[in-house]
């Protein structure tokens, strides 16, 4: 899982997968993949919070400008627009919240329960995975490796003897050059010169076979690497494939542009907007504020006489007193409207007939029935007995 390099290195042979030592890249991409999933989900926690935050912004946005509109000097279909922002900003404020606990409860537990199923451990050795990969590719690698040791080893004496050789041509033909040179020295570099010849050709000849003997193994080794690089693809295919969902689901829950609700916030808003009306606003001005207001002009209002009212405790001790009942009762007319303000009292319109069942109090008050049945207390100066 680690991210792909800008530039192709310097010494291609060296950082070769084939070189001695260098598919610890690919073994350690498992460590690496368990480290980026505890970076993805620390990440996104991270992310989590900000919803959370925002949410809570929106929240105490709206909570705090909801309360200071309604002191505010619009009216109409323009404060109903108005609201509407704290409305749609309340709502989106629930689903940035549902999205935190959606990027903690659903996303992180789903990653970390893959990652545990994933990466099983060895005791002491790290991952499983590692550990098997590790030994098998140094298996793999170990005789093509004692090999080119030698071969590199075989390299380095033939490179010694090539410059030994060379030292000696080149001091054999200074001699030759120099006309002082006696000839039994220069019969001696001569032959120092052949030796060396010779010794080079023999160390060419061994370094030669070992270079064959690594050549024809390599193909064995290549296909044995590859067997175990191709299995760590796969695994590692896996562990992408899966990612890629984990990344797909994290950007559903993240892409509010697509979310219904968020559209269906936005769209009602918009609607709220657009049915902002001058011509409504002005009427319900007018009809509230204005000429459109009902009125009660003047006119001339009727006496009506007080009714002295009796606690209620007073009253029950009244009713339970021993008091003259009318056999048959009497008719009687109400002059005024009246509406009792007891359980106990009748209430009824001007004009309206009654029967009167019991002699009035010291307070004023007589019981009747209406013509419905119901029986209760009525003030006596807002009735006239029937001739």
Known sequence: MASLPKEPPEDTKMQSFWMPGNYGRTVQRTDQCYQACNDIMACFRERAKV???????????????????EFRPLYGSLMRAWQAFFTSTERLSVLHSSISQSLVSEEQDK??????????KKI???????HSNERSFANAQKPWTKKLKKLEAAQAVYHKACQKEQAAINKEKQATNN???????????????????????????????????VTSYTPRYMEEMEAIFEQSQEEESKR????????????????????????AVYGELHQTLMSISEQDDLKWWKNNHGPGMPTDWPRIEEWVPSVKKLKRKKRDRKRQEDRPVMIGGVKVRALYDYVGEEGDELSFKAGEVLLKVEEEDDQGWCRGVLSGGKEGFYPSNYVEVVE
């Open 240 to 263: 992408i494939a899966f990612l890629k969902e984990a990344f797909l689901s994290i950007h559903q829950h993240l892409d509010v542009t697509s979310n219904e609700s968020v559209k």
């Open 124 to 130: 002491f050795c790290g991952f499983k995975e590692t």
């Open 51 to 69: 919803e959370k935050q925002y949410a809570q912004q929106l929240s105490q946005w709206s909570n705090k400008w909801k309360s200071i509109v």
């Open 111 to 120: 990653i970390k329960a893959w990652q545990k199923m994933t990466f099983p």
């Open 179 to 213: 006309t002082d040179t006696v000839p039994e020295k220069l019969q001696k570099i001569t032959a120092a010169r052949e030796k060396a010849t010779e010794e080079k050709e023999n160390v060419r000849e061994h370094y030669e076979k070992l270079l064959e003997d």
